[in-house]
């Protein structure tokens, strides 16, 4: 199917492990992002990426770690996941002054 | 540093009544200015977007103001329907040789149209 998947859509892990959360786009689009939403701030940029091997840090990249080493993948870990990293992960994905398409999300929680 | 700032942050209004949420920006280099929709466990989409050249941009019941020279930018939905109900938020990117390409977003206005 085109179009944006995120895996998994839920995820409950203990502070400390690592956690790897998927991002698959089908459009071959150049731009991918990952944000977090939490109640009162929005959606907040974690890293977003240009191109294949090319990633930068957005608003908010402390205790997170990216990589694109294909361009329709854009993982997103947590090193090791603390209670302040629960939350809503989106990713995105876009081509050069075109819209924004979005994942159906990730609701992470860190006990 | 909040460079999208986007209230109310809730809104209640009647069935066929005007909704308006407003934003304002700090960073004159944003030259794209979106709205976004979400409804309860799905992802944002993209509801109407405009540039700063033009001061208006309507698709629908959806209206988009925009003030450049106080920074500012509104989304009017007219005749308000409860299927409107969903959480927008409004958004800026600088378009500067497209080298970021990011998307800041402000922290949303959660809409409940009453029947």
């Known amino acids: 199917d085109a179009g944006i998947t995120q895996s998994p859509r839920y995820k409950i892990t203990e502070t400390g492990r690592q956690v790897t959360l998927m991002c698959h786009q089908t459009w071959s689009h150049s731009y991918m992002f990952w944000y977090r939403q939490d109640l009162g701030h929005g959606l907040r940029l974690i890293y977003y990426s240009a191109a294949a091997d090319i990633t930068d840090k957005g608003e908010v990249p402390d205790g997170y770690v990216v990589s694109r080493s294909k361009t329709e993948n854009f993982p997103l870990t947590l090193e090791s996941a603390t209670r302040s990293q629960t939350s809503v992960y989106f990713c995105?994905?876009?081509?050069?002054?075109?819209?924004?398409?979005f994942g159906q999300g990730t609701r992470l929680t860190v006990v | 540093q909040q460079q999208v700032k986007q209230s109310p942050q809730s809104l209640i209004v009647q069935k066929g009544g005007i909704s308006i949420i407003n934003c304002a920006y700090e960073?004159?280099?944003?030259?794209?200015f979106p709205w976004y929709q979400q409804f309860p466990g799905k992802g944002p989409a993209l509801l109407i977007a405009i540039r700063p050249d033009v001061s208006e941009k309507k698709e629908g019941r959806f209206t988009i103001s925009f003030n450049k020279s106080a920074k500012q930018f509104s989304l009017h939905i007219m005749d308000s329907q409860p299927g409107d109900s969903a959480t927008y938020f409004c958004?800026?990117?600088?378009?500067?040789?497209?080298?970021?390409?990011?998307?800041?977003f402000g922290t949303g206005t959660l809409l409940a149209v009453q029947p």
């Open positions: 995105a994905s876009s081509e050069v002054n075109t819209e924004a398409f």
């Open positions: 958004a800026a990117r600088s378009g500067h040789g497209g080298a970021t390409n990011k998307l800041i």
């Open positions: 960073n004159t280099a944003f030259d794209y």
